[in-house]
């Protein structure tokens, strides 16, 4: 290297030149310092100034595709974009709610669940998307009536949040079950089923949010805001919950570049 190159990049360890025998084969594997040092110039010498990358221009004329993330959400269909009172009604109940939660967490996690309750593990994706969502959604079929003298059949409908369930999940557990619910609504419809345990998983996330949650949440708020957009018959029960959700992300959690304008 030129004295240039030199000045521009000084040698961590300056090394004098390597006085070696005649003998040495710089092919094989150094058996001393020194071999090693003389190896390394050798090899820094042949090391040209500027390295030109050799591009195919054909492969360039080829259709790419460009992936990219909205880092917002998709605006309120007209008319029904929540006003800034609502949204500030919903944030202190939510508040509400937590503190409430929190104070009796302790209540509820001693109380025996119902013989039928089987909590699934927290690594047990698709046991919790039946326990949340019941077969009846999660396996898209059409089922009879429930015969009202038996009551209620959880295991096909699903699990409501309830205070003595929701108490005995831990912060991964609740992480990893909201990873799974928003996993799933990432390709269906918004539900009843859905919207509540969404809810009950947002009163339970702690603050300040961990990483994998701060991303989840904001996932969820996003599509929320297009399946707002799609919403056929503009079913107002369903707006009304999406926008809920997106104004507990973004004024609640404080991700506040994805809050609906106020109408």
Not at 70 to 85: F, H, M, R, V
Not at 98 to 121: E, F, G, I, T, Y
Not at 134 to 148: K, T
Not at 199 to 211: F, G, I, R, T
């Amino acid at each position: 290297m030129d004295g240039g190159a030199e000045e521009l990049m000084p040698r961590l360890l300056p090394v004098d030149d390597c006085d070696l025998t005649e003998d040495f084969d710089p092919t094989v594997p150094p058996r001393t310092p020194q071999e090693y040092l003389k190896r390394v110039q050798i090899e820094a010498s042949r090391c040209p100034d500027v390295v030109v990358a050799q591009i195919d221009p054909r492969k360039l004329k080829k259709k790419q595709t460009v992936n990219f993330l909205i880092s917002g959400c998709q605006p309120a269909p007209e008319g029904y974009s929540p006003t800034l009172k609502w949204q500030q009604q919903q944030v202190a109940h939510f508040s509400t709610v937590r503190q409430s939660l929190n104070k009796h967490r302790n209540h509820w996690r001693s109380q025996n669940l119902d013989s039928n309750v089987a909590m699934p593990k927290s690594e047990d994706e698709e046991g919790w998307k039946k326990f949340c969502l019941g077969e009846r959604l999660y396996s898209e079929i059409e089922m009879l009536p429930d015969n009202e003298d038996l009551g209620i059949d959880y295991i096909k409908v699903g699990f409501p949040p309830l205070l003595s369930i929701v108490s005995r999940m831990d912060q991964a557990t609740v992480t990893s079950v909201l990873e799974y619910l928003i996993s799933w609504f990432g390709e269906k419809p918004f539900t009843p089923e859905l919207g509540r345990w969404l809810y009950a998983l947002l009163a339970c996330l702690e603050k300040p949010l961990l990483p994998e949650a701060h991303s989840l949440i904001r996932q969820l708020a996003r599509r929320c805001s297009e399946v707002r957009v799609l919403e056929e018959n503009k079913n107002e029960e369903n707006i009304s919950a999406l926008n809920l959700i997106i104004c507990l992300v973004s004024r609640y959690f404080d991700q506040y570049d994805l809050a609906d304008e106020p109408s």
